[in-house]
């Protein structure tokens, strides 16, 4: 197994330990800052498997299946563990969209077609890591707890659920536009 495949790996398996820190009181406080450090280790592997793999020219089929797996369950068990700050209508659409393009991509496979990355979609995961980060770290109640409440953390992070929000639409859209191919060869 290549270093790609292997960072993959260790992305796919940090998920439940991250979902353990996000859910339960193991070192009080500490808890969140721990989850928040394998989310960002986690997403920089996101971007350092496809970086080795492309330079390196170790870019195979398992890698091809897991790297966008990984980063879904990444960033679905984020929300999840969110749904106490994220409205879950919006963690429904941001799922969807993830389950969407993922079919998307299957179909187009058994069709011999690669669907690359969009802008849109890199755009969207990297607001969606940083949303992410932002509402678990709540610094809001770490201030609230020891100084004074400050409203604008979460204005800020009501902000880029927002964006996130939006760019998963419209990078659902794009892709949905770019590869309406993919549906009409998948009817003959």
């Known amino acids: 197994m290549n270093l790609p495949n292997k960072l993959t790996l260790f992305r796919v398996c940090s998920i439940p330990l991250f979902v353990v820190f996000m859910e339960f009181d193991i070192f009080g ?28 020219n170790l870019v195979t089929n398992f890698g091809k299946f897991m790297d966008p797996l990984a980063d879904k369950l990444l960033v679905c068990a984020a929300l999840i563990c969110l749904a106490d700050r994220i409205a879950k209508w919006i963690i429904v659409v941001i799922i969807s969209r993830e389950l969407i393009i993922s079919g998307f991509r299957t179909i187009a496979a058994d069709n ?51 964006i996130a929000l ?22 003959n």
């Open 112 to 162: 011999g077609i690669v669907i690359a990355a969009s802008y849109w979609g890199k755009v969207k995961t990297v607001f969606q890591m940083i949303m992410i980060i932002w509402l678990i770290l709540d610094l809001n109640e770490f201030v609230m707890d020891y100084i004074i409440n400050i409203p604008i953390y979460n204005i800020i992070g009501n902000i880029l659920i927002g």
């Open 166 to 187: 939006v760019l998963t639409v419209i990078s659902l859209v794009d892709y949905l536009i770019k590869n309406k191919s993919v549906l009409a060869t998948d009817s």
């Open 29 to 56: 406080g500490a808890d969140k800052f721990i989850a928040v450090a394998l989310f960002v280790i986690a997403s920089i592997t996101d971007a350092l498997d496809g970086h080795i793999a492309r330079k390196y």
